[in-house]
T-cell receptor, first 117, second 110 residues
């Protein structure tokens, strides 16, 4: 099956620093990638939709200047949390939709657990 | 925006008992997907339902899509400890965006 990797898997940083998370589709081309955040024992909340070569579309309430998304190629999207604060601590998960997908299956990365001190 | 309600929030069962989680929407859905997330893991796609009244089975799992395409259920027969996790339904909005239900956490006691 299709594989999506995410790096790093875990990061601890100081308040005010920026953190970059990479999401890669390893064996398929992803026309669209999605970024979610998940708080403990809660559902996945869609943050933004990222299309290769174009600007990301952010969900209501998500600060685009704080969560910078770049979808540089058909296999790579990055999420940068700028000037991170403790309230940004969460589990960030990316997913990718394959270019040739006939229906709406998404393949999820393993997630990145961000802890901001 | 599109929302889907999922119940129950969590359920404790004895191994061997059955389990069902339900998703409901106020609007007609084009399709619905089901995902499983193990503790500490990421969501894994289980299935997509598209047709009105559709029923699909995967071993002990039975998925149903309502006739009006506004509700869906996932039923597990004779649960096992390996079934532990959170089960999410998910629906698509425009542009391939996927909105997840709140999830049902399943606890299985051996």
């Amino acid at each position: 099956g299709a594989v999506v990797s995410q790096h790093p898997s875990r990061v601890i940083c100081k308040s005010g620093t920026s953190v970059k998370i990479e999401c890669r589709s390893l064996d398929f081309q992803a026309t669209t990638m999605f970024w979610y955040r998940q708080f403990p024992k809660q559902s996945l909340m869609l943050m933004a939709t990222s299309n290769e070569g174009s600007k990301a579309t952010y969900e209501q309430g998500v600060e685009k200047d704080k969560f910078l998304i770049n979808h540089a190629s058909l296999t790579l999207s990055t999420l940068t949390v700028t000037s991170a604060h403790p309230e940004d601590s969460s589990f960030y998960i990316c997913s990718a939709r394959a270019r040739a997908a006939n229906y709406n299956e998404q393949f999820f990365g393993p997630g990145t657990r961000l802890t901001v001190l | 925006g599109q929302q889907v309600m999922q119940i129950p929030q969590y359920q404790h069962v004895q191994e061997g008992e059955d389990f069902t989680t339900y998703c409901n929407s106020s609007t007609t859905l084009s399709n619905i997907q089901w995902y499983k997330q193990r503790p500490g893991g990421h969501p894994v796609f289980l299935i997509q339902l598209v047709k009105s009244g559709e029923v699909k089975k995967q071993k002990r799992l039975t998925f149903q899509f309502g006739e009006a395409k506004k509700n869906s259920s996932l039923h597990i027969t004779a649960t096992q400890t390996t079934d532990v996790g959170t089960y999410f339904c998910a629906v698509n909005t425009g542009g391939f965006k996927t909105i997840f239900g709140a999830g049902t956490r399943l606890f299985v006691k051996a």
